[in-house]
Every structure is written in structure tokens, then in C-alpha cells.
């Protein structure tokens, strides 16, 4: 496993972590709360970014303006069904969304939420880690000098290190 490698492997391991941060919910308004979201459209589940324009007009709403006015009873079912604990209101072509303020044990919630999904991120770039040096002692086997694959083990410590 070549270092540009290693290191790719490891971005996009954070990068999964920044979605699924943005995706915590907090006492504000973001889009990116619905971004998981997805809705039976004939059959086949489909990304709500697909089906309407969601927006914020101001900083506890979510607007949801569909495409296909057909599809608003469809993504307001999608919304209640979901672990988001959001209640849609409907009021025939365009869905809202209030964001009620957190209390302490939801921002507790969070906080443990938060704390889980950095220990994934971190055990996801562990693992990347041990992957390459898997390789490294398989190449140290077939002929590799010892001092190589100090090295290399070394180098793969400083950008898990880094990206940790």
C-alpha cells in the first residue's frame, strides 16, 4: 500500500465523520439534517435532495418545497417515520419543519453522540493503519530489510498520527 494511499484511505475517513457530524442535530436550522433522509418514490428509495428544494428561512425552520406536489404526502411520512424526531407541518405546498431548543439532556444526548462518532472515525483510521502495516510485514517477508520496514511502520504512524 503506497503513503498517497494510506493517506487517501484516511480522508475519507474524516470526510465520512464531517457528514455524519453535520447530520447531529443541534438547537439550529441546517439542511444537512435531512441529508440521510430518503423517500419511497415508485417504489424506490430516493434522496429527499432529489425530490425538493430544502432551505432555511430562518434559524429554528426548515423548508421543504417538493417538485412534484404529489410527492409532499410521501416526504412528510418519510419525516415522521424517521429517528430525527421532527413533526412536519403540511400546509398543502410547501413542508416546515420547527426546530424546538435543546434542553440539557438533549444537548447531553449530543454530546455522547458526538464522542461516538469521533471514536468511529478514529477506529476507521486504525484500522487503515493496520492494514498498511499488515502489508508492510507481508513485503518484510518476501525480502524487505528490516530497517525498511521499521521505516515503513514509522511512516505510517506519522500520518495515523496526523490524522488522528
Do not use: H, W
Not at 148 to 154: G, I, L
Amino acid at each position: 500500500m503506497v503513503l498517497t494511499e494510506i493517506e487517501s484511505n484516511m480522508q475519507k475517513s474524516v470526510e465520512a465523520s464531517q457528514r455524519n457530524f453535520n447530520t447531529i442535530r443541534t438547537g439550529r436550522a441546517n439542511t444537512s439534517l435531512l441529508d440521510r433522509l430518503t423517500v419511497e418514490y415508485y417504489g424506490a428509495d430516493t434522496p429527499l435532495k432529489a425530490l425538493a428544494t430544502i432551505s432555511t428561512p430562518d434559524s429554528q425552520t426548515i423548508s421543504i418545497q417538493p417538485f412534484d406536489i404529489s410527492t409532499l404526502a410521501l416526504i412528510e411520512k418519510a419525516i415522521s417515520i424517521s429517528d430525527l424526531g421532527f413533526t412536519p407541518n403540511n400546509d398543502g405546498k410547501i413542508i416546515r419543519i420547527n426546530i424546538p431548543p435543546l434542553t440539557e439532556e438533549r444537548r447531553l444526548e449530543l454530546v455522547k453522540q458526538a464522542k461516538a462518532e469521533a471514536e468511529q472515525c478514529k477506529i476507521s483510521i486504525r484500522n487503515v493503519r493496520q492494514k498498511a502495516n499488515d502489508e508492510v510485514k507481508k513485503l518484510g517477508k518476501d525480502g524487505l530489510s528490516e530497517d525498511m520496514v521499521k521505516d515503513a511502520e514509522s511512516e505510517v504512524q506519522k500520518i495515523t498520527d496526523s490524522f488522528i
